[in-house]
């Protein structure tokens, strides 16, 4: 199987703490990867080292053979935990955003979902509520056909049945082959939809498995044994 | 990509100048015709103190108005050029700048083109509300000033001084925006206190960077004081000439090494909030 993301001793240090540390990883094509730890693990450190947002102190990465950088930009389609989106862009426009600068965006994707959940394309980003911004940002995301796909918190804001059709989204609409990686601490939520697990702590990968091993092995679900790993 | 960029940076920008620039335009026609107007002076002349004291205040007011639009034409460039680094870059949409696939020195070029395009047009304008307010008669004298103005900057800097004083205000103008993104960059390195630091560093840079020009310029230009720099043979220009040609080059290497560090923070030592 190929892998889209390797990495190797991959570390991020801010003066002596170390936010990630000797990460060694290999995530394949085609799979929905949970990345799973308490807050300040070094989830986000993880996915803005791939997205060429920071800078590792020490090791490698490469995404689809590149390291981080224009190459990996373009087939890297990235959900950050904040809003990125501008207040003066209609949402079209920022639709026309999208199709100048990623050739893999699928403007009546975002079209049919925008509508689906009712986002007037004419409003302006300004007048949007924050959970609607969030929501527009993911059908942004989600519209690219990407090769790899990182979501960082993509149900941390918002309410439980958003939750759901918003991961029915992500489910639905990932290119085949591609590759999906959430990060979250609300495992019982996204817990049905993984195919790998991967537990940080404090930097450092505790466990790398597919969900059929852990159940096969431990006889646990994840978040029972997420509870059991990291409890406090 | 670059010209999608600046597509998109001029659209962003436009919607804060277009309308300031109408505004400052249509004060100027409004003072012309207050100040001007043989109607408006008719009414002055009139023996009519009520009408005089009206006149008085609607003028005053308007030409207030118009020099708060000259200035705030000025203020309005200088915060569009922080504002639209700081926040599209450092900001939260920084995310979305950064993981476009652009290169960081496209972004930075962007910007810097976008700053220089809008100062050159607000002085022109600012210049252009000016020109409508001068009385028509003083107007036509415009072409005679300005060709003297060309002919003694050509006398004093020799032949193509005026080229070299274009040059000179272009690398300038480059310096100055390019030395703002660099402090800005480097106050965005600290996990506090960020703005502030900007302006720190600001002033950091700025008074180490006149200090090395001058001391250059001083250095380089020692000679002229000796005896054969001052042959009347010689142009009068001459250390002028020299003045200006040694600021360029140095003009040119500030340039040059605050786009490098700039695009050194941003591709490796960004860290977005």
New interface residues.
């Given amino acids: 199987m190929n892998n889209i993301l390797k990495c190797e001793n991959l570390s991020k240090y801010y003066g002596t703490t170390k936010a990630l540390d000797n990460v060694t990883l290999n995530i394949p094509q085609g799979r929905i990867v949970g990345l799973l730890g308490p807050n300040g693990s070094g989830k986000t450190t993880f996915i803005?080292i791939c997205?060429?947002?920071?800078?590792p102190t020490k090791g490698s990465i490469q995404i689809g053979g590149f390291a981080p950088g224009?190459?990996t930009?373009?087939i890297?389609s990235?959900l950050?935990e904040?809003?990125?989106?501008?207040s003066?862009m209609k949402v079209s426009e920022i639709l026309d955003?999208f199709s100048?600068?990623?050739s893999d965006f699928n403007r009546d994707k975002a079209l049919d979902m925008l509508n689906r959940l009712k986002i007037d394309p004419k409003s302006k980003l300004k007048t949007l509520s924050k959970g609607t911004k969030e929501k527009v940002q993911l059908i942004l995301v989600m519209s690219r056909e990407a090769k790899l796909y990182l979501l960082d918190e993509p149900i941390g804001g918002v309410d439980p049945a958003a939750r759901d059709y918003i991961l029915d989204t992500i489910i639905r609409n990932y290119s085949e082959n591609a590759t999906v990686v959430l990060s979250t601490h609300l495992i019982s939520d996204i817990e049905k939809i993984l195919d790998d697990i991967i537990f940080l702590k404090d930097g450092q990968v505790i466990l790398a498995k597919t969900v059929d091993e852990v159940r096969d092995e431990s006889g646990k679900s994840i978040d029972s044994l997420f509870r059991e790993v990291f409890r406090c | 990509m670059l010209g999608k960029l600046l597509k998109y940076e001029i659209k962003a920008t436009s919607r804060w100048f277009l309308p300031l620039y109408v505004a400052i335009i249509f004060s100027a026609i409004i003072n012309k015709f207050l100040f001007v107007t043989p109607i408006v002076n008719k009414a002055f002349e009139q023996n009519n103190s009520f009408v005089n004291i009206m006149q008085g205040i609607i003028s005053s007011v308007s030409m207030f108005l118009y020099v708060a639009l000259f200035f705030g034409l000025f203020v309005a460039t200088l915060i569009v050029v922080i504002q639209r680094f700081y926040k599209s870059l450092l900001g939260d949409e920084g995310y979305l700048m950064f993981t476009i696939p652009v290169k960081a020195w496209q972004n930075i070029l962007n910007k810097l083109l976008v700053s220089m395009l809008w100062t050159f047009t607000s002085t022109v304008i600012g210049f252009g509300s000016i020109l409508i307010l001068v009385p028509k008669e003083e107007l036509k004298q415009l072409p005679y000033v300005v060709s003297d103005a060309f002919f003694e900057i050509n006398q004093t800097l020799g032949a193509g001084g005026i080229v070299l004083l274009i040059i000179f205000a272009i690398l300038a103008l480059i310096v100055s925006v390019m030395e703002i993104y660099t402090a800005i960059s480097l106050g965005h390195l600290f996990n506090k206190y960020k703005l502030l630091l900007s302006f720190a560093m600001y002033l950091g840079l700025q008074t180490v960077a006149q200090f090395l020009a001058l001391f250059i310029v001083a250095l380089s230009m020692k000679d002229i004081n000796k005896p054969y720099v001052t042959d009347l043979t010689m142009q009068i220009g001459a250390p002028f000439r020299q003045f200006f040609i040694i600021a360029n080059i140095i003009l040119v290497l500030y340039a040059a090494g605050y786009f490098f560090l700039t695009n050194y923070l941003l591709e490796k030592k960004l860290n977005l909030e």
Avoid at chain 1, 82 to 86: D, E, P, R, S, V
């Fill in positions: 803005k997205n060429d947002l920071l800078t224009v190459e930009k373009k890297v990235y950050p904040k809003t990125y989106l501008n003066w955003f100048d600068f990623y």
